[in-house]
C-alpha cells in the first residue's frame, strides 16, 4: 500500500494511507494548498493541483459508499509518483508584477505617514536619508517576515493567491527569505534584468529566486486580473508620489 507525506505549517508529516489524505481534506485538517508527496516524486504537489489533475480524467470510484466528492479523489493519488514538477503551476510575470505594485503600494503608504510624522516634527538634518533608512527596514522586515510565515506571501502575493516556496515545494525561513530579500536589488541592477529574465526560465525563476532558491507558485482559484491591472495602472501615482515627498524632505 503506497504512503503518503504531506507538508503541513513547513513540516512534513506522515507517513498517510489515501483514505487518511483524503478524510483529513474533507475535515478540514490538511489544506488542499498543503502539499503532497510519495516515494519516487522528486517535489512535493500542492494537494489541490493533484486533484484537479487526474480528477476529471476518473471516473467514481467502485469502492462502497465512496461519496462523489471523495471517489474524485481517490483515482488522484494512484499515479502520484509519475507526476513531476512540470505541473506545478509557477507564477507568471504579469501576475507577479502586480503582486509586486501592490505591495509597493502598502509600503508607499506606511513610509508617506512616515514622511509626514519627520515632516509634522520639522526635523531638517538628514530627513531624507532617516526616511529612506526606516523605508529600507520596514521593507526587508515585511517581505521577510511574511514569505516567511504559513502564508508564504505578502499582502500583494495573497492577493493574486501566489506563495513564495523552496525549489523543494516547501515553507522558507525567515534568512532564506532576507537572501531574497537581498537578491532583489540585483534583481533591479543592470536595467532590471533579474527580473526580466523571470519568464524564460525553467521555473520562472527570477534571478532573486535563482540567488535564493525559491519559487513562485499560483495557488487555486482564477487570477484577479481586473485587480492586476488596477494595481498596474496605479504604478505611475506611487512613483510620483514617492518623488514628490522626497522632494518636500529636501527642503
Not at 40 to 66: C, D
Not at 73 to 91: C, H, K, M, N, P
Request: proline share 4%; with cysteine.
Amino acid at each position: 500500500m503506497k504512503q503518503f507525506w504531506v507538508t503541513h505549517g513547513g513540516e512534513r508529516r506522515g507517513p498517510y494511507e489515501e483514505s487518511e489524505i483524503l478524510e483529513a481534506v474533507e475535515l478540514g485538517t490538511i489544506r488542499p494548498t498543503d502539499l503532497l508527496w510519495v516515494q519516487g516524486m522528486r517535489e512535493g504537489i500542492p494537494i489541490y493541483q493533484v486533484f484537479a489533475h487526474l480528477g476529471a480524467a476518473t471516473g467514481p470510484s467502485s469502492r462502497p459508499g465512496t461519496s462523489p466528492r471523495r471517489a474524485k479523489g481517490l483515482g488522484v493519488v494512484d499515479d502520484l509518483a509519475e507526476l513531476s514538477r512540470d505541473e506545478v503551476a509557477y507564477a507568471g510575470f504579469w501576475m507577479r508584477l502586480a503582486a509586486v505594485a501592490l505591495d509597493a503600494l502598502i509600503l508607499w503608504v506606511v513610509v508617506l505617514a512616515i514622511g509626514l510624522a519627520v515632516l509634522a516634527a520639522r526635523i531638517s538634518s538628514g530627513a531624507q536619508e532617516l526616511v529612506l533608512a526606516i523605508g529600507v527596514a520596514i521593507s526587508w522586515l515585511y517581505f521577510s517576515f511574511m514569505e516567511s510565515s504559513p502564508s508564504g506571501g505578502t499582502f500583494g502575493k495573497r492577493a493574486f493567491r501566489l506563495q513564495v516556496l523552496t525549489e523543494r515545494m516547501e515553507r522558507i525561513s525567515f534568512l532564506r527569505a532576507s537572501a531574497r530579500w537581498v537578491g532583489r536589488w540585483l534583481s533591479s541592477a543592470v536595467l532590471v534584468i533579474g527580473y526580466l529574465m523571470q519568464p524564460f526560465t525553467a521555473r520562472k525563476q527570477a534571478l532573486h529566486d535563482l540567488i535564493a532558491g525559491t519559487v513562485v507558485v499560483a495557488r487555486l482559484g482564477r487570477p484577479r486580473v481586473l485587480l492586476a491591472v488596477v494595481v498596474l495602472c496605479l504604478v505611475p501615482f506611487l512613483l510620483g508620489g514617492a518623488l514628490k515627498l522626497f522632494e518636500l524632505l529636501g527642503r
